[in-house]
């Protein structure tokens, strides 16, 4: 079963008036829908748009893996708890695992603006020690996995008219970065997303250059 998610069907949100331009994917803070509270592992994907000098200020996390990837800028990360600071740059991946809990804050210090993607999953068992990690460019060929929450991410770059498999998996989740893609006879643009469940057989069509981020997950 494939269900699709356009781009302008996301939940606005964020805090304008302060730089921050939020679509949520799934129920979010005040935006709840008892019918769209997670997908496989995947309780949120938020795109964000930060204006320049804009963020958000020191905040808690607990029990969740938070994954970021970065389209346009840079995202100067700040985990207070452990004190790694760093800046995450398209192509990276970030991970801040907030385990049994885990304080951080992220912003716009650059003079253009910031547009990432942030996800969030459940872990496979709550508790634990707080994780971080970012991932300096990576490749196509090599998924970042994410065994506490049985969960594997994949990254398609496409030229117009390539093909890429869909992994056979429980559940899969499409989001569109860049370009256009077709799935089993959907287009789909920038901001939109698949959920596939029971994906088997199943390949995307670039009919643009574009940019895919594929989350790979099984049944726990």
Do not use: K
């Not at 600071?85 to 716009?108: C, F, I, K, M, Y």
């Not at 990576?138 to 065994?147: F, Q, R």
């Not at 594997?152 to 890429?164: D, I, K, N, Q, S």
């Amino acid at each position: 079963m494939i269900r699709i998610q356009r781009a302008a069907d996301r939940y606005p949100g964020g805090d304008p008036e302060a730089g921050i331009e939020t679509r949520h994917a799934l129920s979010f803070g005040a935006h709840y829908d008892p019918d769209n509270l997670r997908f496989g592992a995947i309780l949120a994907c938020n795109e964000e748009r930060l204006a320049p000098g804009a963020g958000f200020d020191e905040h808690p996390h607990s029990h969740t893996e938070i994954v970021t990837w970065v389209v346009e800028g840079e995202l100067t990360h700040h985990d207070t708890a452990a004190g790694h600071s760093t800046v995450v740059r398209p192509g990276d991946v970030q991970r801040l695992s907030s385990a049994a809990g885990v304080r951080h804050e992220e912003r716009n210090d650059a003079d253009v603006p910031l547009v990432f993607v942030q996800m969030w999953l459940a872990p496979l068992a709550p508790g634990g020690d707080p994780a971080y990690e970012t991932i300096r460019g990576i490749a196509d060929s090599t998924p970042y996995a994410l065994p506490e929450a049985a969960a594997m991410l994949h990254v398609r770059r496409l030229e117009a008219g390539e093909r890429t498999a869909v992994p056979d998996a429980d559940f899969v989740y499409a989001h569109v970065v860049r370009g256009t893609v077709r799935l089993d006879g959907e287009e789909l643009a920038p901001g939109d997303a698949a959920r596939v469940t029971d994906a088997r057989a199943l390949a995307l069509l670039a009919t643009s250059d574009a940019e895919v981020l594929l989350w790979e997950m099984q049944r726990v």
